[in-house]
């Protein structure tokens, strides 16, 4: 007879099931989901008898949240457990935290590069490819919303400046911060950048909107402001 069916690990008991009730991931979760572990948080949302074993095998093939969320939802399903729609369940909460992080529910106040920045830093600095997106400020620099204007392999040549000033002009936003990232960490802008910012502001006059800052989104907490630098923006 087939050794394998009497295999210990065929026949383990689930983790989950010798826990009691008020340590498993769902009920801390449920209670107190600020004093959870990565490795509980994780587990709740997988679910299933094996959620725990499932949870640890996902942070062993990518070590850390960072990694987990730059990848993509077929390397999630790769997992054993996992499958597709419990991978799509994952990058869906990742992406629901990162968006918690750009516009809280409080509609922050943008008053320097490091506020504009503190909003979108934390995933644009994971990003891969590069993106670029528009913050919209009412007249007192408080966040109405983050718009993502381009993504992909971006150049000078493919920018429009109708569809950057699109959405503040449609949110009727008293001005607009431009962000983008470069995906080699290093946010030192380049000459493309600069001639992008002056058309830009150019059209921000004729609007009528105030184009505050052009920020570029490095690695390691890193940005550029490009209006600090007087790069790009003339005196008003």
Do not use: W
């Not at 106040?109 to 490819?129: K, T, W």
């Not at 670029?132 to 993502?148: A, K």
């Not at 992909?152 to 920018?159: E, F, K, P, V, W």
């Not at 109708?162 to 959405?167: A, K, L, Q, T």
């Amino acid at each position: 007879m087939d050794s394998l069916l009497f295999s210990p690990s065929a026949y383990q008991i689930p983790r989950v099931r010798l826990l009691p009730l008020r340590e498993q991931p769902a009920y801390r979760v449920a209670h107190q989901a600020s004093a959870c572990s990565i490795l509980e948080l994780l587990a709740a949302v997988i679910g299933g008898s094996r959620q725990l074993e499932i949870a640890e095998a996902l942070l062993a093939r990518f070590g850390e949240l960072a990694c987990l969320s730059r990848a993509h939802v077929q390397e999630i399903a790769a997992v054993e457990g996992i499958g597709q729609a419990t991978a799509v369940r994952l990058k869906a909460c990742l992406a629901l935290s990162q968006r918690l992080l750009e516009t809280g529910s409080d509609r922050p106040r943008v008053n320097s590069p490091a506020d504009a920045a503190g909003l979108v830093q934390a995933e644009m600095s994971l990003l891969e490819q590069e993106h670029l997106r528009v913050l919209l400020l009412d007249t007192r620099n408080r966040l109405l919303e983050i718009v993502e204007i381009y993504h992909g392999s971006l150049n000078a040549a493919m920018i429009r400046i109708g569809e950057v000033f699109r959405p503040a002009v449609q949110r009727m936003a008293a001005g607009l911060i431009v962000v983008h990232n470069h995906p080699s960490g290093d946010p030192t802008p380049s000459p493309e950048d600069v001639s992008v910012t002056r058309a830009m502001e150019q059209a921000g006059k004729l609007l009528d909107i105030n184009l505050l800052d052009h920020l570029v989104i490095g690695s390691a907490g890193r940005f550029f402001s490009l209006k600090e630098h007087g790069l790009g923006f003339s005196d008003r």
